[in-house]
């Protein structure tokens, strides 16, 4: 069966996100059609999501006033895959710590926007991520912390705080798989069957 992929265009690395996606599915031997979602009405076509990096305060304020949010939780109400990442983490969490950021409560966790400080504004870390056999090359930009978790799983944790975290259907990272050539977080968000 064809996939279609939706990545969330109302900001941030969209052609990045694109990339991974069609090569995590290449590797899977699946077709897939990546379409950008910048209005309503998208959504509901699509078998799975990402949710990239930006300004997670526009992102927010852009999802609801296009009516985009409501169609998010639906797919995620249908258990279908959405992978977040950093600012797209920050509007998924339960709690973004910040009331400029209406959240979609996606995964049960309080983040810290811009919590590793700013001497640490950007790095890359070779990150142990579980179901993972080899560290990740995790590239971290003005990235947020999770301060807290309620039901969602650590998959991996930096400087003593979880930086990557999965609650049902959602994965969550704190900074940008979409940045390398690593497709192992796109293929462990969007096919976890075919992992099993
Ligand atoms: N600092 C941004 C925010 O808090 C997130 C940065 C990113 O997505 N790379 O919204």
Same mark, same amino acid.
């Given at each position: 069966?064809?996939?279609?992929?939706? *990545?969330?265009?109302?900001?941030?690395?969209?052609?990045?996100?694109?990339?991974?996606?069609?090569?995590?599915?290449?590797?899977?031997?699946?077709?897939? +059609?990546?379409?950008?979602?910048?209005?309503?009405?998208? *959504?509901?076509?699509?078998?799975?999501?990402?949710? /990239?990096?930006?300004?997670? $305060? $526009?992102?927010?304020?852009?999802?609801?006033?296009?009516? @985009?949010?409501?169609? @998010?939780?639906?797919?995620?109400? &249908?258990? %279908?895959?959405?992978?977040?990442?950093?600012?797209?983490? @920050?509007?998924?969490? +339960?709690?973004?710590?910040?009331?400029?950021?209406?959240?979609?409560?996606?995964?049960?966790? $309080?983040?810290?926007?811009?919590?590793?400080?700013?001497? %640490?504004?950007? #790095?890359? =870390? /070779?990150? =142990?991520?579980?179901?993972?056999? &080899? !560290?990740? !090359?995790?590239? #971290?930009?003005?990235? !947020?912390?999770?301060? &807290?978790?309620?039901?969602?799983?650590?998959?991996?944790?930096?400087?003593?705080?979880?930086? =990557?975290?999965?609650?049902?259907?959602?994965?969550?990272?704190? #900074?940008? /798989?979409?940045? $390398?050539?690593?497709?192992?977080?796109?293929?462990?968000?969007?096919? /976890?069957?075919?992992? %099993?």
């Amino acid at each position: 069966m064809s996939l279609t992929a939706g *990545v969330v265009a109302v900001q941030g690395d969209v052609s990045e996100h694109a990339d991974a996606i069609r090569r995590a599915a290449d590797a899977r031997g699946r077709d897939v +059609t990546v379409v950008e979602i910048r209005q309503s009405g998208v *959504v509901p076509d699509c078998d799975l999501l990402s949710l /990239p990096g930006g300004e997670s $305060t $526009t992102i927010s304020r852009l999802l609801h006033s296009e009516g @985009i949010a409501p169609e @998010i939780r639906d797919h995620v109400a &249908d258990g %279908k895959p959405v992978l977040a990442t950093c600012a797209g983490l @920050i509007v998924a969490a +339960t709690d973004a710590g910040d009331e400029r950021v209406e959240t979609l409560d996606l995964v049960d966790a $309080t983040v810290e926007r811009n919590a590793f400080g700013r001497q %640490k504004d950007s #790095f890359e =870390a /070779p990150l =142990a991520v579980d179901g993972l056999d &080899d !560290p990740f !090359p995790a590239v #971290f930009i003005r990235a !947020p912390r999770i301060a &807290d978790v309620g039901e969602a799983d650590v998959l991996a944790s930096w400087d003593d705080h979880p930086v =990557a975290v999965r609650d049902g259907p959602v994965v969550g990272l704190s #900074f940008h /798989p979409e940045l $390398t050539d690593d497709d192992r977080l796109h293929d462990l968000a969007f096919f /976890p069957d075919e992992r %099993k």
